[in-house]
């Protein structure tokens, strides 16, 4: 059996991310910078002069908004990642640009055959026929930063390798101090950019793409989740692929190969015969586990990190963004879960934001509390086709700004994620409602849970 540099795991030191400085900027920076001014420049003159000639219909924005699209695609991982961030983000960029940057959500450029057998080599000592049974040279997808390829182990498992684009981190934080550069420097002029806080956004891209770098975080994240899945015997209905450690190594992970359809292939999901309802609701029932109860949560919820397996069961992947709120907040998070399934009482609500900060402490939780109920209670009661917990919280963190209080941003991980499994609600359970949902909170709240089942007459799913 082939034993990798990670074979009995990552050491310690391979679990820490080290970021490069952001507002560093020298040679490097200032070469690359006029590159991509001329690679912009020259994709937006073309798609202009094509849009003279061939409009089609199209404003001159779509077809510039367009040339920048295929700048970025020039561009390569760093600018794709930016393209998507943007077409994530539509409600804060203009519409032609984040229309134009959803073409950026489908799969990038995969590295060629020749790397790829390199880069296996260099990562486990020896070429992939002779680590593999087999091994295709082909991938299975290509993202910004990795790609996968299928392949089988020595014993027969088939498994999936997720092996990382060469000089990746080098070339995607030059070009993110290059984003931050023009970002301080002349897009804050901009009202757009202001109302889109985008030095912010490169910071954050920045902190995100570092954790995605670091292969053996991810491996190390990915393990943690999947065996606290069953931490309380049950879940059998949801899972995510096992690490294969001694294939592993600092730019390639080695795993299960998992066969199925993203969450919003609804009408394959339709085709399986799966109960769409019942195996949603069986994910987020763990990722809120994940969250409230073991920590680490799933931060990055778009349908093809969700998927549904051809057996029945669901499967999370990918595991390079993980979010963990702090106690404070994940206290928070519990008692407005609580109060919104089990029993109303909005005094722990406003109690609860005071500990936080977003509600001032001389608020009197017996008059603000029935208040917000009032406002709150006719919306939790509606199903997932008119109303969005996500969007909820959302507003709740405006709230906190309002105050002056500093909500973590973890929490607008939080809502990000509520909000991908409505959207795949809408479709599956419009008339499911999420905040009333006794299920999820079964192994958060036993007690209660079970006497308020008991007490409506619930019975709750395996």
């Not at 070429?127 to 290509?142: G, I, M, N, R, Y």
Request: glycine share 6%; with cysteine.
């Amino acid at each position: 059996m082939h034993r990798g540099p990670y074979a009995d795991g990552p050491p310690p030191e391979a679990l820490e991310v080290h970021a490069p400085p952001l507002d560093k900027f020298g040679f490097a920076e200032l070469r690359r910078m006029l590159l991509i001014g001329f690679v912009l420049t020259a994709a937006v003159l073309r798609a202009s002069a094509s849009w003279v000639f061939r409009r089609r219909g199209r404003s001159f924005a779509t077809a510039a908004s367009e040339g920048v699209v295929e700048g970025f695609d020039q561009l390569g991982p760093t600018f794709v990642k930016l393209g998507q961030l943007i077409a994530s983000s539509p409600s804060l960029f203009p519409t032609p640009l984040a229309d134009a940057c959803l073409k950026m959500l489908d799969e990038v450029r995969p590295f060629d055959q020749a790397t790829v057998r390199r880069l296996v080599t260099e990562q486990l000592g020896r070429p992939p026929e002779e680590v593999f049974a087999s091994f295709d040279d082909t991938p299975l997808s290509a993202a910004s930063i990795a790609q996968v390829h299928a392949c089988v182990l020595p014993d027969g498992r088939d498994a999936v390798i997720k092996l990382q684009r060469p000089d990746i981190a080098h070339r995607m934080n030059t070009d993110l101090r290059i984003q931050y550069f023009f970002a301080t420097k002349l897009l804050r002029r901009f009202t757009f950019a202001q109302r889109a806080n985008v030095v912010g956004m490169v910071q954050d891209l920045h902190e995100v793409t570092n954790q995605e770098l670091n292969a053996a975080l991810e491996a190390h994240r990915q393990t943690y989740f999947r065996d606290h899945i069953g931490a309380f015997g049950d879940n059998e209905g949801i899972t995510a692929p096992e690490v294969y450690w001694d294939f592993c190594a600092p730019h390639l992970i080695c795993m299960e190969r998992m066969v199925g359809v993203p969450m919003d292939d609804f009408e394959r999901i339709a085709e399986l015969g799966v109960d769409g309802e019942l195996v949603l609701r069986r994910g987020i029932k763990v990722w809120v586990e994940a969250a409230l109860v073991h920590g680490t949560f799933h931060g990055d919820l778009h349908a093809g990190n969700l998927w549904v397996l051809e057996d029945g069961r669901a499967s999370y992947l990918d595991f390079g963004i993980m979010g963990e709120l702090p106690e404070l907040w994940r206290e928070t998070m519990r008692d407005i879960l609580f109060t919104s399934t089990i029993d109303q009482d909005y005094r722990r609500v406003v109690r609860a934001y005071q500990r936080v900060g977003v509600i001032p402490a001389d608020v009197d939780p017996e008059v603000a509390g029935p208040a917000i109920a009032m406002v709150m209670e006719p919306m939790l009661n509606q199903g997932m086709s008119t109303m969005s917990l996500g969007d909820q919280l959302k507003a709740n963190l405006d709230l906190a700004n309002q105050f002056g209080a500093t909500a973590p941003k973890e929490l607008l991980l939080v809502s990000k994620q509520l909000m991908y499994f409505e959207r795949y609600a809408r479709i599956l359970a419009p008339d499911y409602v999420l905040a009333r949902d006794l299920f999820l909170l079964k192994n958060v709240f036993p007690e209660a849970v079970a006497a308020a089942a008991a007490e409506r007459g619930v019975s709750l799913p395996e």
